[in-house]
């Protein structure tokens, strides 16, 4: 009894004998939680293996896709021949016939998806290493289809290498000049909204090279201040603050002029394909198809709701339309790169029933066939087998909240794939033999698995146990979704996170985080639902007393074309509508304090914070703006004219902004920003707190120096989220 009445008094003392331990917002910001995933698979010829990156990225080694054993060591840093030393790997290319291997190194990225990189070949035979150039760091390197050349982009220009003429490299283009010709890769705006970070590609017989120009003379010029500033800190700023230009084209104005552009190996001749394009149409993407004489060329109208597919040939630059897609109101950037082709045809998906779905079709355009069909849509197409006629894909048939893989024969059978419930994504071998899963769900880390082509898994990778255990003693709440009906009938989805020691009769402060953006979903049956994967944020805030909350509004994906274009022309007011709706429910339930709620959001979602805001109904006491656009007009032609079109042709949509909205902020509001965002600018943010101090409004803005959009770099990360922390804690 002695002995059991000491461990009371001890319990007693410390808090509990059973008490779990605290979440720590430093730990979460440096990724001391993130879920073990296998990096750079390459799938292999044989149809058999697949490569990957070792993690300490010193070696690429095979493995088999039945077994899971390792099957060899492709490269590894520390047997390399030659005179050129390697520490580590930042990324590789295999050759097509897997001969060589393009090793990148000394990676610095320039925007979102575009980098520069120093290239070496390695022969895989020989174990040596040899430069790709003696240049000068290159840019999306791409091989030729026989393995025995490697086009590359420097300073604007399109470089060739030739291996069977011991390297050698002569430069195809010369006109291309920072800030006016980009040869063979996209300018900012057809990067980041198109989501490529290459526009070069050979013919099928290594015969051309072809290219997408930009002209971007025209297209007007945006700057933003550098400064010194630390991690990393830039010397060349320390007497004077500096400045980067770069041409960012708004709502409205002038866009680069595009063209395709083909290259005779042989003969150095260079053509201009004579490819149909309204003046200020767009050239999203090419594709080289198995014909040598077709370059597949995507175009695109300005109001980006009608994609046109041409067969150009690179040598007699003739180019004929073989499909002409036409949607209502807009064409998602997914469809330009959502093509696969193979020989005697291609197969693209298309949203012109209500829903994404995958078509097939000759080279000539003649439709065989819709593959899919029905009230869901294909998230991801990850290909066709010829031999058995089969498609592979994943979809939302079984939920908007989920993605399952399937495969669809010939016939119309369709075969579910993947066996768990959640998110699925697949890496299919080149036979379509077997597929690399990687699983999820709101409760459950990331399992990747390898799977046969009929659903049976033949053996885990990674379970990440490790990360179960080590969240198994801290104190995480109940994670749930639910529904609930708007006032005009809507039913939106949710989830909640709970604090750990919920109590019912309490009533406790709610916050409420989400994109809203067309298209995009947050509440996803996955693990990386919330922030930091896990909703791990959102149990940290509960330990702080705080119920996390999201709810995706009208316009968001997963539900179909019809819900997501609601909002088509008015970005900004169904989704405001809509989270002040979800914060009258959540004020409803017998366990929320609805005088103390929350909202806060990143980019879209730091727009729909300030409209939700000042959206009439003052229904939140505090949020928390990250980055956000304030005014559509500042922000770049491809994205905001795909929803809104030009401030000429929709006037008063675009006067539906937060700019606008200033003098009805109601609540206190945090705004942090980058100030070398070089995606959403600084301007929109300048712009909207004068509005707001002529409005006489209060607010509180952070700026992080030299960060761009996504606001990290040394300690900057855990900085921004202890303020948005410490933000509500003092204003809830």
Known sequence: MKKIFMLICTALLTGSMFANENLNLKDLC????????????????????????SPDAKQITTYSFRTGEQAGVLLDVAKTKGKVKLDRIDGYIMSPDEKNILVQTQTK????????????????????????????????????PDGYMVAFVRDNNIHLVKLLFSNSESQVTRDGQFNKVINGKPDWVNEEEFVTDRSLTFNADNTMLCWIRYDETDVPMFSFPMYKGLSPEKSQYLTYPGAYEYKYPV???????????????????????????????????????????????????????RMDI??????????????????????????????????????????RDGWNHIYQYDLNGVLKRQVTKGEFAVTDFYGYDPKSQTFYYASTQESP?????????????????????????????????YFMNVYSNLQTPP???????????????????????????????????????????????????????????????????????????????????????GCL???????????????????????????????????????AEDQVEAAIYLGSLPYIDKSRIGIWGWSFGGFCTLMSMSEGRPVFAAGVAVAPPTCWRYYDSVYTERFMRTPKENPDGYNVSALSRAPQLSGNLLICHGLADDNVHFRNVAEY???????????????????????????TRFHLFRQITQWFQKEM
């Open 689 to 715: 707190t004068e509005a707001l101090v002529q409005a006489d409004k209060d607010f509180r803005m952070l700026t992080y120096t030299n960060r761009n959009h996504s606001i990290y770099g040394g300690n």
């Open 401 to 433: 909240l989920r993605r399952t893989v399937y495969k669809a024969d010939s016939k119309g059978k369709v075969t579910k794939l993947s066996t768990e419930a959640g998110t699925n994504s697949a890496t299919f071998s080149k036979s379509f033999k």
């Open 251 to 305: 709502a409205g104005e002038q866009n680069s002029k595009v063209s395709v552009m083909s290259y005779d190996i042989k003969s150095h001749r260079t053509r201009t394909l004579q490819v149909p394009l309204e003046q200020d149409g767009y050239i999203p993407r090419i594709f080289a198809t198995n014909d040598p004489t077709k370059l597949a060329v995507i175009t695109l109208n300005r109001h980006q709701d």
């Open 30 to 53: 440096a990724g001391q939680y993130t879920a073990k995933r296998i990096y750079g698979v390459h799938p292999l010829n044989d149809g058999e293996r697949y490569s990957q990156l």
């Open 310 to 351: 041409y067969m150009a040939n690179p040598r007699s630059t003739e180019a004929r339309l073989v499909v002409r897609d036409e949607v209502k109101n807009y064409i998602g950037e997914h469809a330009t790169g959502q093509m696969h082709f193979f020989d005697g045809g291609f197969a693209m998906t298309s949203e």
């Open 537 to 575: 944020y959102e149990q940290y805030l509960g330990e702080l007393g705080f119920i996390s909350v999201c709810v995706d509004g009208r316009g968001t994906g997963g539900r179909g074309a019809d819900f997501e274009k609601q909002t088509y022309l008015r970005l900004g007011q169904m989704e």
């Open 447 to 533: 399992v990747t698995t390898l799977c046969d082509n009929t659903g049976r898994t033949l053996r885990t990778l990674i379970d990440n146990k490790e990360l179960i255990q080590k969240l198994s003693n801290k104190n995480l709440g109940k994670k749930e979704f639910f529904t609930f009906k708007t006032e005009n009938g809507t039913v939106l989805n949710g989830y909640m996170v709970r604090p750990y020691n919920f109590q019912p009769t309490k009533k406790y402060p709610v916050i409420m985080f989400q994109y809203s953006g067309p298209g995009s979903q947050q509440v996803l049956d996955s693990w990386q639902t919330g922030n930091m994967g």
């Open 109 to 144: 990225g320039i925007y979102r998806r575009s980098k520069t990189a120093v290239y070496y070949i390695y022969n895989v035979q020989n174990r040596t290493l040899k430069p790709l150039s003696e240049g000068g760091p290159q840019e999306c390197p791409v091989w030729s």
